[in-house]
């Protein structure tokens, strides 16, 4: 079974650019989580989309932004890129089990704007 | 305001020499505590899920335990392929909103 899928794997933007990730959540799994994680913050919740709407926001400024599509997949958008948001983006698909739920992450997208 | 504090935030351990890590937490109701294992260079990786206070859940040589303030990561004759960041995260009843802590970096020496 394919794991969580993001592209791409690194990306270079320029300050005041903007930039576009993408995530495939495993098949069958409807709800996807975005997070950014940087070595001072560690890993914080961006947004989750459940069947194409937004359930859930964390605390980031209105530069970010996500979508979903009907087939589940994820985009998520950041306009006029500060260097603050040089990060590595997460995203995750829940899951549900026998003995519980959890998120399974994929490898995420290294981001560094210069 | 919701809260999660993993101690220590490193730790280096000989192959073989048990120990725990700790994740304190405050939360207005609680859903889900997770533990994930995360390699440099790669997202996270789901190890448990515990829910209410007295709750235990083993793996190979980890074993996680709740308690209604704290987790507890046992990690038993641990191995060098053990070493990685351990996280640990809430999910509050009222919002839903999963809450991570800033991880403890395992060293495990041959």
């Known amino acids: 079974k394919a794991g969580v899928t993001q592209t791409p794997r690194y990306l270079i933007k320029t300050r005041g650019q903007q930039v576009t990730l993408s995530c495939s959540p495993i098949?069958?799994?409807?709800?996807v989580s975005w997070y950014q994680q940087t070595p001072g913050q560690g890993l914080q919740f961006l947004f989750e989309?459940?069947?194409?709407?937004?359930?859930n926001k964390g605390n980031f400024p209105g530069r970010f932004s996500g979508r979903q599509f009907s087939n589940s997949r994820s985009e998520m958008n950041v306009s006029t890129l500060e260097l603050g948001d040089s990060a590595l983006y997460l995203c995750a698909s829940s899951f549900e089990s026998g003995t519980g739920y959890g998120y399974t992450f994929g490898s995420g997208t290294r981001l560094t704007v210069v | 305001e919701d809260q999660v504090t993993q101690s220590p935030e490193a730790l280096r351990l000989q192959e073989g020499e048990s120990s725990s890590l700790n994740c304190s937490y405050t939360?207005?109701?609680?859903?889900?505590l997770f533990w994930y294992r995360q390699d440099p260079g790669k997202g996270p990786e789901f190890l448990f899920t515990l829910y209410s206070a007295g709750e235990e859940k083993e793996k190979e040589r980890l074993k996680a335990t709740l308690t209604k303030k704290e987790s507890f990561l046992h990690i038993t004759a641990p191995k060098p392929e053990d070493s990685a960041t351990y996280l640990c995260a809430v999910q509050a009843n009222r919002d839903d909103k999963i809450i991570f802590g800033k991880g403890t970096r395992l060293h495990i020496l041959p």
């Open positions: 939360v207005s109701g609680l859903r889900g």
């Open positions: 989309y459940f069947s194409e709407t937004q359930r």
């Open positions: 098949s069958g799994h409807r709800s």
